[in-house]
């Protein structure tokens, strides 16, 4: 397989460079992480087409790794590799967020064949969406395959959070949302910041709106919440 690169992430170091022997004679680029830290460190510099992730590491557990990484709508295809082989401590794992679950010792053909098959399997996701990745609503245009945003055909640059909450609104048009409901839908989290709510929306707004302080497309419903109208 031409082209991949797969990140191991295991703190026994032995076991770490098995693994990377294996894949390597299989053609991959093998990145090795220690910890939960490197592996989150690397991630920033790298884009890994799978990552194989211990479950107990010093500093941060691999479930705990496993939910940061999804809450970033990073959807790399991860596999636990673990010596935790009781029926819940899988399905724990799968929970979480991973794709795969393979216990120690292993079986260096069947570890190929799952991440030759994961691989396979986004690929062919991918494929499938760039064929269907372009969102319109208006005058405004999402970009899946490459998370870009664009307003008349122009891009207009946002964050991170900005992209998630356009994204979210753009395939949520005419519903109204209450503060609540944005911070668990975009932000992932039950409490809400109702001040972040409000710095955001002021944020996207001074980005799309013709008129911010008359906005358009993004309205307040005061007492309720905000919704997305670009017709």
């Known amino acids: ?52 992730l211990d479950i107990m590491m ?29 029926d819940e401590d899988i399905v724990k794992g799968l929970d979480v967020g991973a794709d795969g679950y393979i216990t120690k010792p292993f079986s260096p053909a069947v570890l190929c064949a799952q991440v030759k098959s994961q691989i396979k399997r986004k690929r062919e996701i991918l ?18 395959a490459s ?3 664009f307003k008349d055909g122009v891009e207009i640059k946002l964050s991170s959070k900005e992209t998630k909450l356009i994204k979210f609104f753009m395939e949520n048009p005419h519903k109204v949302f209450s503060k609540e409901e944005l911070y668990q839908n975009v932000w992932h989290e039950t409490e809400t910041d109702d001040n972040s ?8 707004r001074n980005k799309i709106e013709d008129v911010p302080s008359k906005p358009q497309y993004i309205k307040t ?3 309720i919440g905000y919704e997305f109208d670009a017709d």
């Open 221 to 223: 419903l005061w007492g």
């Open 1 to 52: 397989m031409e082209d991949i690169k797969i990140l191991v992430v295991e703190d026994e170091e032995p076991i770490r460079k098995l693994i990377g022997k294996i894949l390597s004679t299989q053609g991959m680029s093998v990145f090795q992480a220690a910890n939960g830290s490197q592996c989150l460190g690397l991630m920033e510099k790298y884009d890994f087409d799978l990552i194989i």
């Open 127 to 144: 494929n499938k969406e760039a064929k269907t990745s372009i969102l319109k609503r208006g005058p405004f245009t999402f970009d899946y």
């Open 197 to 204: 709510i409000m710095v955001y929306i002021k944020y996207l």
């Open 58 to 86: 010093g500093d941060i557990s691999g479930y705990d790794v496993t939910k940061i990484i999804r809450e970033q709508d990073i959807m790399t295809p991860i596999i636990f590799l673990s010596g935790k082989k009781e």
């Open 147 to 149: 998370y870009r945003f």
